[in-house]
């Protein structure tokens, strides 16, 4: 018999919080929900694959390709960090969430969404420099600069995770303690806060700023450059190359960002439960998914490793 959420915010323990989900048991969401574990699956496979293939393969042991592992990494610590949860909540009818998890959560979620933010800035200019400096691309983007970045994108990240929750969770708590979220994410935990929010509202905001608008904006000069030298090109094969490419990325970002800026660039009184549940879904399972898709198993490079792989793997025929 599963609980309602409220005869479970009257069992379990002061301290915790409540998740509310994004899931009833009616037929139409235990469908949506198997959806969701089926991304999940399709999301754990395909990033794990990928992060194995790069390190196995050293025809891909490129600064391209260390980016792409990378970003398979984040994506494949960021669907983790909330699914598996809320996966437990909804079969077992347990909502409740420790503090403790909830730290947990909100570190892995924050650090990874700001070096993912990152890293997509740095894939961008990697592509900038690729295209439009081929001959000097080996010294403007060796091991060293990559390396650095890349280094760069995880300490930034981890370091807004950290603020984070030591802010947010050295709020007073005194009112409702139920996140209407399938995880525990700083916007919706803020409206349950009776102490004032105002000044670290405004902190994130900033944040929000650089970790968003600042590499956006990059990542916009980046790829305008690119086209205005894709254009240029008398390669058609060479220009239609560089433009899939180029539609691919701007595809991942577009969503990414699009999605990030709604959840954490909006106050906390315009906020909707149901909007955010939504959008924070698209961008932390879906997302998680379409990236090694969209950025890598189009690839020909990774293709042709995955298909040596798969080579190997099959039982050699006898002669004679």
Not at 163 to 174: H, I, K, Q
Not at 193 to 208: A, G, H, K, R, Y
Not at 242 to 254: E, K, N
Request: proline share 4%.
């Amino acid at each position: 018999m599963k609980i309602s959420i409220m005869e479970w915010e009257n069992q379990t323990s002061s301290s915790d919080f409540i998740l509310t989900g994004i899931f009833s048991h009616t037929p139409t969401h235990m469908f949506l929900f198997s959806l969701v574990l089926g991304i999940f699956t399709v999301a754990l496979l395909a990033n794990t694959i990928m992060v194995l293939l790069i390190y196995q393969d050293t025809q891909l042991h490129t600064p391209m390709y260390l980016l792409l592992s990378q970003l398979s990494l984040m994506d494949l610590m960021l669907i983790c960090t909330t699914v598996p949860k809320m996966a437990y909540n909804y079969l077992s009818g347990r909502p409740s969430i420790s503090v403790a998890e909830c730290e947990a959560q909100i570190f892995f979620y924050v650090s990874l969404f700001g070096a993912e933010c990152f890293l997509l800035a740095v894939m961008a200019y990697d592509r900038y420099v690729a295209i439009c400096y081929p001959l000097q691309y080996h010294n403007l983007m060796n091991w060293k600069i990559c390396g650095v970045m890349v280094a760069s994108s995880w300490t930034l990240g981890s370091f807004d995770g950290i603020v984070d929750v030591a802010t947010t969770l050295s709020f007073s708590y005194c009112g409702s303690r139920e996140i209407a979220q399938f995880f525990c994410d700083v916007p919706a935990l803020l409206t349950l806060s009776c102490s004032d929010t105002s000044t670290f509202e405004t902190l994130v905001f900033i944040c929000c700023v650089l970790m968003l608008l600042f590499p956006l904006l990059l990542i916009v000069i980046s790829y305008t450059r690119v086209i205005m030298a894709v254009i240029r090109m008398s390669s058609q094969e060479g220009r239609h190359k560089a433009f899939t490419t180029c539609t691919s990325h701007l595809l991942v970002v577009g969503m990414y960002y699009a999605a990030a800026m709604f959840i954490y660039m909006r106050p906390t009184s315009n906020r909707s439960p149901t909007q955010d549940k939504m959008v924070s879904s698209f961008y932390t399972i879906l997302t998680p998914m379409l990236n090694p898709l969209i950025y890598s198993f189009r690839n020909k490079d990774v293709a042709k490793a995955f298909s040596k792989v798969l080579g190997k793997g099959k039982p050699r025929k006898s002669i004679g």
